[in-house]
């Protein structure tokens, strides 16, 4: 019962970095999601996904990059690190069916130094 | 453009009573689904309860239940009996398009014992 998998958990990264969030699931599903949360704050969409190949922004894509391949993995790039990028991210999927809720991973917790 | 509002930062309840909180949104769709989620320390999001915006019926799923006041667009959360394992964070969210989710801030929920 994998669902949705992200590594790493934890990270710490210095200013001007490179690193790839890594996010796999073995559900099948078409869609799937990158978000953050910053401190007491709810969910903001980065990039999101409708299947293989096909990628969008969402409201804050600055910053990231993302690409999908295949359709169980969605791996999230950030190119030049920057303090404003410390956060604690998830990565989601759902079938893209109406009423299917989100399945999420355990979530990477970032910090740019 | 979608939004959804939580307007309790943080709320409490004594051991085994009831506790109600509050999610209003706007949204331009007819036809939706309304989603709970729980967000305990481990950081994990977990789907508490869903409510099909067409049904009159609220949802209920052991403790959980809705209030679902669709014409004031108020989606509220009734949890009965609270246990200590209650204790999280609770977000409400409404699909946007290409089913992404629009999440409230947050409610903070503590147990008292």
């Known amino acids: 019962n994998a669902g949705v998998t992200q590594t790493p958990k934890f990270r710490i990264l210095k200013i001007g970095q490179s690193m790839t969030l890594q996010c796999t699931q073995d559900?099948?599903?078409?869609?799937m999601y990158w978000y953050r949360q910053d401190p007491g704050m709810g969910l903001k969409l980065i990039y999101y996904?409708?299947?293989?190949?096909?990628?969008d922004k969402g409201e804050v894509p600055n910053g990231y990059n993302v690409s999908r391949s295949t359709t169980e993995d969605f791996p999230l790039r950030l190119e030049l690190a920057a303090p404003s990028q410390t956060s604690v991210y998830f990565c989601?999927?759902?079938?893209?069916?109406?009423?299917?809720?989100?399945?999420f991973g355990d979530g990477t917790r970032l910090s740019i130094l | 453009a979608q939004t959804v509002t939580q307007s309790q930062p943080e709320m409490s309840v004594q051991e085994a009573e009831t506790v109600t909180l509050s999610c209003t949104y706007d949204?331009?769709?007819?036809?939706?689904?309304l989603f709970w989620y729980k967000q305990p320390p481990s950081r994990q999001m977990i789907l508490v309860i869903r409510?099909?915006?067409?049904k009159q019926q609220n949802a209920t799923e052991n403790r959980f239940s809705v209030n679902f006041q669709k014409a004031a667009k108020s989606f509220s959360l009734k949890i009965s009996d609270s246990q200590l394992g209650d204790a999280a964070m609770y977000f409400c969210?409404?699909?946007?398009?290409?089913?992404?989710?629009?999440w409230g801030a947050g409610t903070k929920l503590i147990i008292k014992p």
């Open positions: 969210a409404t699909p946007g398009s290409n089913y992404q989710l629009i």
């Open positions: 996904s409708v299947g293989a190949g096909i990628t």
């Open positions: 949204t331009s769709e007819s036809d939706y689904y």
């Open positions: 989601a999927s759902s079938p893209g069916l109406p009423g299917q809720p989100q399945h």
């Open positions: 409510q099909e915006a067409y």
């Open positions: 559900m099948n599903h078409n869609y």
